[in-house]
């Protein structure tokens, strides 16, 4: 049976159709999309580094005290639980984490202070070892040498003194910012503490409405997640600080105390606060013990490192820090780069907190009940509700 050619005329084509878009490969197309994005991300993110830099002296601040709120936090609503004022409370914290300071300081200053005889002598002896080790084979450096070294130092500074002076100056206005640094630290520690719930209200009723439970559970997430941060880490630089200061008292080294003062801090700077304690330590004892002692001390210090990567830190931690060693260390890295000392230090809590709420607020559905919270986080997650609830305007009084 012969066919019957079809009849049906072709479909005209689409006017709204492109036809570049249509010669594009798709492959392209989703490549060029992800460019633009990721292109505005990138500006934004450049914006905010460039506003963070231009008002370092208040952002640095207010991060700092950000910081010591999730340390006194818990113990602010410990007292509160058992029926303390509020006022009274956070006030008992700030009071108890100034005496820690102010007592540590007071033991520092007494072992310097009783140290320094011992310290003068030891410090003649090494420094006559040292002037006999140089002027032998092969480094043949004599004290005629030493001495027109230390005359080229002081021509130096005579030509440079305008440069030095200009340097205590700076020195002297960096004084002054340290001074409304810590009146910032202080005034923005009192009022999250006591005001804490209302301030972050006010800033979920900045979003929109729909968006603003989302954020609230955020914003629970990462202030979970830094309170954790703050307390392994406290616990961690307590125990490397015992440690090493345990290890120089069996050596006799020196200055044992203000050691352990070096390594308390040098713990907050992961990766790169352990390598400069650690070595202000072995220097100590080489300078003050011999090679023999300072070896060991790098012993004590090496092992207490290894304690801390793989028994403290994955026993403390948990789950609450979900950050991969690699991303410590390239935040650490990348931090240093940018801010310096101070990047090192706000790096891996920043991390860990951004971390936190992007997962929290990528996972959050709104038929899925939270799961069970502590008290702040629950004094969080609550501000985030009542202001997704509440009308547009100032909070309430």
């Known amino acids: 049976m012969p066919t019957v050619p079809s009849t049906r005329r072709p479909s005209p084509p689409d006017p709204s159709a492109d036809p570049v878009a249509d010669a594009v490969p798709v492959g392209l197309r989703i490549a060029g999309a992800f460019s633009w994005r990721l292109l505005i991300v990138a500006a934004a993110l450049a914006v905010v580094i460039a506003l963070v830099v231009v008002l370092q002296d208040i952002i640095v601040p207010f991060l700092i005290a950000l910081l010591l709120c999730a340390l006194l936090a818990p113990m602010s ?5 058992h029926r ?4 009274t409370a956070v006030l008992s914290s700030l009071v108890s984490v100034a005496l ?6 007071l033991v520092v200053t007494a072992q310097i202070r009783y140290d320094l005889p011992s310290l003068e002598r030891r410090l003649h002896h090494s420094v006559r070892s040292l002037q006999t080790l140089l002027d032998s084979e092969p480094f043949g450096i004599t004290a005629k040498d030493v001495n027109g070294w230390i005359s080229d130092g002081f021509d130096y500074l005579q030509a440079h003194v305008a440069s030095i002076l200009s340097g205590f100056q700076a020195a002297g206005t960096g004084a002054v910012h ?5 009146f910032i630290v202080v005034f923005t520690t009192l009022f999250v503490l006591i005001d804490g719930r209302r301030i972050w209200t006010w800033v979920l009723r900045l979003f929109p409405r729909r968006a603003r439970p989302r954020i609230g559970v955020a914003g629970e997430a990462g202030w979970h997640t830094l309170t954790s941060f703050i307390r392994v880490q406290l616990v961690v630089a307590i125990t490397d600080a015992l440690g090493v200061v345990v290890g120089a008292l069996i050596l006799q080294v020196p200055l044992a105390i203000p050691i352990g003062v070096v390594v308390f801090l040098g713990a907050f700077v992961p990766v790169v606060g352990a390598i400069v304690a650690g070595s202000v330590a072995v220097l100590i004892a080489l300078v003050f013990n011999g090679w023999v002692p300072a070896l060991f001390m790098l012993g004590i210090v090496v092992l207490v490192q290894q304690l801390e990567s793989h028994v403290l830190h994955p026993f403390l931690t948990g789950s609450a820090v979900k950050v991969h060693p690699l991303g410590v260390a390239l935040g650490v890295v990348a931090g240093t780069t940018i801010a310096g000392v101070v990047g090192a230090f706000f790096a891996v809590p920043f991390i860990a907190t951004v971390n936190a709420m992007v997962l929290a607020a990528a996972n959050w559905r709104p038929d899925v009940p939270p799961p069970a919270l ?13 202001a997704a609830d509440a009308d547009h305007g100032g909070v309430q009084s």
Do not use: H, M
């Open 374 to 386: 502590s008290a702040d986080a629950e004094a969080v997650a609550t501000a985030g509700a009542s």
């Open 84 to 87: 303390w004022p509020k006022w």
């Open 178 to 182: 340290v001074l409304e640094g810590l």
């Open 100 to 105: 820690a300071i102010g007592a540590l300081a």
């Open 77 to 81: 609503s410990f007292l509160q639980r």
